[in-house]
C-alpha cells in the first residue's frame, strides 16, 4: 500500500468518480490511476469501487470507509511535512484567512500590519465571503482560519474560538425622519425600507430580533459589504442597519448614527479552523493578536474540547472586548 494509492482514491472520489478530471488535476496519466487502483484493491482483497464497462460507477460501502481513513492517513501524512518544517522553517509558510467584508475592512488591518512585520517571511492570503462560505473554505482546506459572526451551521469538526463581541448601528441621512429620534424601536424600524446584512438565515441575530417583536422587516437590499450598505443609504434607498465598528469613525456630515444596542442583541466574532489543523507558530501568534485573551495555552486546552458547546461554556463569565 501507497501513499500515491490512497491519494488516487480520495482524489477520485473528490471528483465525483471521474478519473480523467482526476489525472488532469494529479498531472498524471488516466491508465496510470485506474491500475493503481485496482492494485489497492487486489492487495487488500476488496473493491473500492463498482465499474460500469470500464468506468467507476459508485462507492462500494466498504470503499466509504476505506476513502475517509485514506483522507485521515493523507492529512497526517502532512502534518508530518508541516512539523518538520515548524523546526526547519520556524518563521516562513503561508496562511489563508477567509472573512467577511466588515470584518476584512474594519476589524483585520491593524492586526494583519502587526502581523506582517512580525512574521514578514510569511505569505499571507485573505479571500473574502459570507460566514457560510468561509466556514466551507476552512472546513475543505481552502483556508485555515475563517473569522465570521455566524456559526449556526458548524459542526464539531470545525472548533470556533470567541474573540469579541460587536453592535449593531442604525444609519439614516440628517433629512429622515428617525434622525431626531433618542432611542428608537424595532417598531419604528418596521415601518420603513431597511438597507441591511442578509436576512436570509433564519438563525441571524437581526432575524432574531424582528421575530422576537412580532415585526416583519421591510428588506429592500441586502448584501455582505457594510460600505455599500452606506452608499445605498446615501441614495435614499432605506434605512440602514450595520456593524457599529463600520461607522465608528463616521465623517460623513450627511450621516446620522442612531444606536441600536438596545433592541438588537451583541454578534459574536469568532476564529474558526479544522480541528485536523496542525496549529504553527505564526499561526497562534495571529490568533493572539487578533484575540489578546486566545494565548498558546488557552488555544490547547480549547481544541480539547469535544465539541463547540464545551467551547463557548469555557467562556461563561468571561468578559470579551466590546467593539
Known amino acids: 500500500m501507497k501513499l500515491q494509492q490512497l491519494r488516487y ?11 480523467s478530471l482526476t489525472s ?7 491508465p496510470g490511476i485506474s491500475k493503481q487502483i485496482k492494485l489497492l484493491e487486489d492487495e487488500l482483497g476488496v473493491q473500492i469501487f463498482t465499474r460500469t464497462g470500464k468506468h467507476l460507477s459508485q462507492v462500494t460501502p466498504v470503499g466509504e470507509k476505506i476513502i475517509a481513513s485514506a483522507r485521515e492517513i493523507l492529512n497526517k501524512s502532512n502534518d508530518i511535512k508541516i512539523i ?4 526547519s522553517q520556524p518563521n516562513q509558510g503561508s ?37 457560510a462560505q468561509c466556514i466551507l473554505q476552512a472546513q475543505t482546506g481552502l483556508a485555515e482560519f475563517a473569522i465570521v459572526t455566524d456559526i449556526s451551521q458548524l459542526n464539531d469538526d470545525m472548533i ?18 428617525l434622525a431626531k429620534s433618542r432611542l428608537i424601536s424595532i417598531e419604528e424600524l418596521s415601518k420603513y425600507p431597511l438597507v441591511s446584512y442578509d436576512f436570509s438565515n433564519d438563525g441571524s441575530d437581526l432575524n432574531q430580533a424582528f421575530l422576537k417583536a412580532k415585526q416583519s422587516p421591510n428588506i429592500v437590499f441586502s448584501t455582505t459589504d457594510a460600505d455599500l450598505i452606506k452608499t445605498y443609504v446615501k441614495l435614499g434607498v432605506g434605512v440602514g442597519i450595520v456593524a457599529k465598528m463600520a461607522v465608528s469613525n463616521n465623517s460623513d ?15 459574536t466574532t469568532y476564529i474558526v479552523f479544522s480541528r485536523s489543523l496542525f496549529l504553527r507558530s505564526y499561526m497562534y501568534d495571529f490568533t493572539h493578536l487578533f484575540a489578546p485573551h486566545l494565548n498558546r495555552q488557552t488555544v490547547d486546552k480549547l481544541i480539547l474540547c469535544e465539541n463547540n458547546t464545551e467551547v463557548l461554556a469555557m ?5 470579551l472586548p466590546v467593539c
Open 95 to 131: 496562511l489563508t484567512i477567509t472573512t467577511t467584508y466588515t470584518q476584512a475592512r474594519y476589524a483585520l488591518p491593524s492586526v494583519i500590519q502587526k502581523f506582517m512585520k512580525q512574521y514578514s517571511n510569511i505569505t499571507l492570503h485573505m479571500e473574502q465571503g459570507s460566514s
Open 9 to 19: 482514491i480520495v482524489e477520485v472520489a473528490n471528483n465525483d468518480l471521474n478519473v
Open 315 to 319: 467562556f461563561n463569565g468571561v468578559k
Open 253 to 267: 456630515d450627511n450621516f446620522v448614527v442612531l444606536n441600536a444596542g438596545h433592541i438588537f442583541p451583541y454578534s
Open 160 to 177: 470556533a474560538l470567541p474573540c469579541y463581541h460587536w453592535n449593531q448601528a442604525v444609519i439614516v441621512m440628517k433629512d429622515h425622519p
Open 24 to 30: 488532469e488535476k494529479l498531472y498524471t496519466s488516466q
Open 84 to 87: 518538520a518544517k515548524e523546526f
